[in-house]
């Protein structure tokens, strides 16, 4: 399927624990089209940050992919060797962590581990032409714009593209002076270059992030959750940022996040994941209107409304759903939120938590 | 640059400290070495002569306060007095044969330890539950639970006492002159052999287990992930981003023992009877030679005092996250 960048058949991972294999995803599929903003939503330990690292492989030991495949043009993922692995990782995929904090090596400076990457993978196609002052790119991404004056001649989807197309022949110079243009990218000033992790903000150390994931050009840019420990407001700068990089560069971005509002607002599409499974796949404007699953509709109503009057958040009762004894029915026609199973012998009286004794949150096993 | 000074500054306080100690500590204890060298001659000496020997060792009937100054002013000389045991070497000649040979002895066993010992430890966590990680830290740490002095006395009986393959003590052998030469440098090597080796089993484990264990919490960071996807050569990602990071209380416990050294490996050098530090202590303790016991005190409390300096330095510029919480 050439119209498809990602294609992720009936995956499946296990955690293996000493009381037998808990399934972290279960029979997975999902497809990224190239170019377009994927959003991923679900609430913690649902299978998200799982999902990321099995499409990069990089899943901790415990963690074992069990069954399905991952097509990345047409390849399988899941059946590539180290080198070819190696050399598929961040060229083509990479990645923004979740934690801004731990996500950069404390005792290596910003400037060497985005050096490194690019040495790592030597250069990009040939291209001899040179960018103008990177600086110029930075001021004009900057929302708050400190930077200086932006060149009047150029768009600035070109100057950024310009920026990545520059250089070429993986020297440590070039890889520095690429870095740099990186740096540039996200409205990092050039001489944090050699500054490490502690010398950074949350929000400077997430843009370091950012950078890094587009070092390469991807096609693919994983986002787990890239925003969570930041406030609002730098939330939104980086958010504005990302869109309008992926405007310029047009690279497909999987977002994750468990903030649904936001993704929305964001995501050309977005896939609801509900105790290792997608509850839902649906274009972001028809979620929004229509949410079929009621675990989403649940996730729609669990946030405030901005506009006055607008409906007071209700929140989703109960636990998230353990992935240890998975709720065994699952699918949309399971109830999540808000009502009682109608015509169930096992159905609580009106007015108590629609839970399972267990304390599980929602969609409720089968009669059987 | 800032914080080294006052670093300096509190080692040099706690050298201070530890000089006055050492003056005081012998002089609150009954007898004298003056009188222990005294009878070791027998009666062979008059009275005049004890006199003359008290001199020599500053125990004056002067006020102590005076003796204190005339003390510091000869440690600062570097005139730590004459040895009883070894009498009439001064004691720093004394201390500076055996710091030589020990020195050399500890200072290799340390290094060679050290860095097989982290290595081994990098491998086992990198390849966790692999053949490496199976096997070589059980087995380390089975041998170093033995006691040391045990595991040596083995060693030199099966390798030196009946296979024959090793000098059973001694640094070097009578027949060869000491300096310079191929003849001397073997032998010295072939007599460090089985100290060295079985400090180094010995001690193996110590740091295997260290860098095992940190490098497996460090190995589940993020920042280890990161450096996965981003597609570098898993040599560089064991060893730039795990590797460089678990080091870190690796070379905490590095210099501790550094300071050590100096100490003299008591243990080994007694059971090879090797001329080290710690032979000699064992020689000074014997002949209550108070002068030489002293002054091995000193080199040895200088010695950690020093090694925790470097330390500071070295953790410095191994950890930026230093260098900035102190500037």
Known sequence: MPDLLLDIRDLCVDYVTDEGPVRAIDHLDLTVAPGEILGVAGESGSGKTTLAKAIMRILPPPAVITGGEILFKGRDILAMDDEELRKMRWREISMVFQSAMDALNPVISVGEQIVDTLLAHGSGPMESHVAPGGEQIAGALMTHGAGPAESPTLPVGEQIVDTLLAHDAASAEWARGRARKLLDLVGIPRDRLDSFAHQLSGGMRQRVGIALALAMRPSIVILDEPTTALDVIVETVILERIRELQAALGFAVIFITHDLARMLQISDRVAVFYAARLAEVAPAQELRQAPRHPYTQGLLRAFPSVKPGGPEPVSIAGQPASLRSPPSGLAADEVAAGEAPAGESAAPPSGAPPHPADGTRAPRARTS | ?327
Request: no cysteine; aromatic share 14%.
């Open chain 2, 1 to 327: 640059m800032r914080y080294l000074l006052k670093r300096l500054g509190f080692y040099l306080l706690a050298a201070w400290v530890a000089v006055t100690l050492n003056f005081f500590l012998p002089r609150l204890m009954p007898g004298d070495p003056a009188t222990a060298l005294f009878a070791r001659f027998r009666g062979m000496l008059g009275p005049e002569a004890l006199d003359a020997l008290r001199e020599t060792f500053g125990l004056t009937d002067a006020p102590l306060i005076v003796q204190y100054g005339t003390y510091l002013g000869h440690v600062l000389k570097g005139d730590l007095g004459i040895s009883v045991a070894y009498f009439p070497a001064p004691v720093l000649e004394v201390i500076g044969q055996g710091l030589v040979w020990t020195i050399f002895l500890a200072g290799t066993s340390l290094i060679v330890s050290f860095t097989i010992g982290t290595l081994l430890g990098v491998a086992a966590a990198w390849w966790r539950f692999g053949r490496v990680d199976t096997f070589v830290p059980p087995a380390a740490a089975l041998i170093g639970s033995f006691p040391y002095f045990w595991l040596a006395m083995v060693a030199l009986y099966v390798f030196g006492f009946r296979l024959g393959w090793f000098p059973l003590g001694h640094a070097y052998s009578d027949y060869v002159t000491p300096g310079f030469n191929v003849a001397f440098i073997a032998d010295v090597a072939r007599h460090a052999v089985l100290p060295v080796g079985t400090v180094v089993i010995a001690t193996l484990g110590g740091w295997l287990l260290t860098m095992r264990n940190t490098m497996v919490s460090v190995l589940g960071r993020d920042y280890v992930n990161l450096a996965r996807a981003k597609g570098l050569s898993p040599r560089k990602v064991a060893m730039r981003y795990a590797a460089r990071n678990a080091l870190l209380p690796s070379v905490t416990g590095f210099g501790m023992a550094l300071g050590f050294v100096l100490g003299g490996s008591l243990l080994t050098e007694i059971v090879f009877s090797y001329p080290g530090q710690g032979y000699i202590l064992v020689q000074a303790v014997r002949s209550q030679d108070y002068p030489l016991m002293q002054g091995i005190f000193l080199v040895i409390t200088l010695a950690v005092l020093g090694a925790n300096f470097i330390v500071d330095i070295l953790s410095m510029w191994l950890d930026p996250r230093i260098r900035d919480s102190v500037s």
